[in-house]
């Protein structure tokens, strides 16, 4: 029997734009039994077809895979990760000896949603935000071999902590294909250690390629301190730029090892650098006014969802208020929101309020973004959530 959705009168509307979300509440009701990660086929209240997708309870009850009639196998996941492959290859981000890595497979803005795949060097991290995709992974993987070839040697599966608590799925992390211990990928010719195994997100920040080095362009002979700064990625581009100096700050100890470790691969014995296992807020108060004039604010995600936009909010006023106190005249400030909840008219808000806060004048110089290997789904603008800006203050 056919696992068969069918939605409220009227609820199709999103979908003939090609929204690749169903919410719950446009659910009329639903037939076969399915269980979460199926594939069902979702039909108007006419029973017309309108699209096949994962099932999942929650919010979200469907990510529409595709608005046509066709078979999901081997060869649907090799067709679409192919032409992914092809998008990263146009970008001139794939394929290259100066850089290695970049995100293969960005969820929506790929018609996978639910999917990230990134790739760094021989080795393919890939994680399941949707048990559909959970489900899928072997498929996928295999899938993935075949349209990579020989340049991938391993996949690894990281979807512990990205898949519904209450979905019960008893995930582990793990390889699926291959085994790999060479974590070392290059950046724009930088090497980086890759932590896939205990590491935040896929194990890196692949999404601010581009605004590091922009960061670089701006570093000669500046002073720079780089709050949550994680791997490190900002400060190794800020000493590849002639920084005279370079602080990295991060409340975790595990990331500070991985700051060191980074410089090391390409600048060892360098001491321009110097690395602080500190509370961002605290290292700010305590820091001496002046002592930086190139600041990075590159903090974790301060609102997951809209419940707690009013708190986000507050916090990144907060946290830029005490970088435009401490920044003398003529520094230079890199801030940035990666909550997909926070617009870039409430972040820039943000930024603007803890200016006049501070009684500082500040000039916008770059709008910064996500890079094109995070493609956002001209039909999906909730894709779209990595802001930045860079300042200058007087």
């Not at 390409?266 to 605290?282: I, Q, S, T």
């Not at 940035?336 to 806060?357: E, H, L």
């Not at 959530?385 to 300042?391: E, M, R, S």
Request: charged share 25%.
């Amino acid at each position: 029997m056919s696992k068969l959705l069918i939605l409220r009168k009227g609820k199709e509307e999103s979908l003939k734009r090609f929204h690749p979300w169903i919410f719950s509440g446009a659910v009329h009701h639903i037939e076969g039994d399915p269980v979460e990660g199926d594939i069902v086929e979702v039909l108007n209240s006419e029973g017309r077809f309108v699209a096949l997708g994962h099932w999942q309870v929650g919010s979200i009850a469907v990510r529409v895979l595709t608005f046509k009639h066709q078979k999901i196998d081997v060869e649907f996941w090799k067709k679409r990760l192919a032409t992914a492959l092809d998008v990263r290859k146009s970008i001139g981000v794939a394929g290259t000896a100066n850089n290695n890595m970049y995100r293969l497979v960005h969820g929506e803005g790929d018609n996978l949603p639910g999917l990230i795949i990134d790739i760094y060097g021989e080795n393919a991290v890939m994680q399941a935000h949707s048990v559909g995709m959970h489900v899928s992974r072997m498929q996928i993987a295999e899938a993935l071999k075949a349209v990579m070839g020989d340049t991938l040697k391993a996949i690894y599966y990281k979807s512990e902590t990205t898949l519904p608590f209450k979905a019960s799925l008893g995930q582990e992390n793990g390889f699926i294909l291959g085994e790999s211990s060479d974590n070392v990928a290059i950046e724009n010719g930088l090497k980086f250690h890759i932590d896939w195994l205990k590491g935040q997100k896929t194990g890196f920040f692949v999404d601010q390629r581009e605004n590091r080095a922009l960061l670089e362009k701006y570093s000669h002979g500046r002073k720079v301190l780089n709050m949550f700064c994680y791997t490190g990625g900002f400060s190794v581009y800020a000493m590849r730029g002639g920084a005279e100096l370079v602080h990295s700050v991060d409340s975790s100890a595990k990331a500070v090892d991985l700051v060191n470790a980074n410089m090391e691969l390409n600048f060892p014995g360098d001491k321009r650098h110097k690395a602080f296992a500190e509370d961002a807020f605290r290292f700010l108060d305590e820091m001496q006014d002046g002592a930086y004039d190139l600041i990075i604010l590159d903090p974790p995600a301060f609102a997951k969802h809209k419940d707690a936009l009013k708190n986000a909010l507050r916090g990144y006023t907060k946290l830029n208020v005490k970088a435009f106190e401490k920044i003398p005249a003529g520094g230079i400030l890199f801030t940035f929101s990666c909550s997909q909840a926070v617009n870039k008219d409430q972040f820039r808000m943000a930024v603007f309020t803890a200016a006049a806060m501070a009684k500082r004048k500040v000039r916008i110089l770059h709008q910064l973004h996500q890079p094109a290997d995070h493609p956002i789904n001209i039909y999906h603008p909730e894709g779209e959530y990595l802001k930045g800006l860079v300042v200058y203050v007087e």
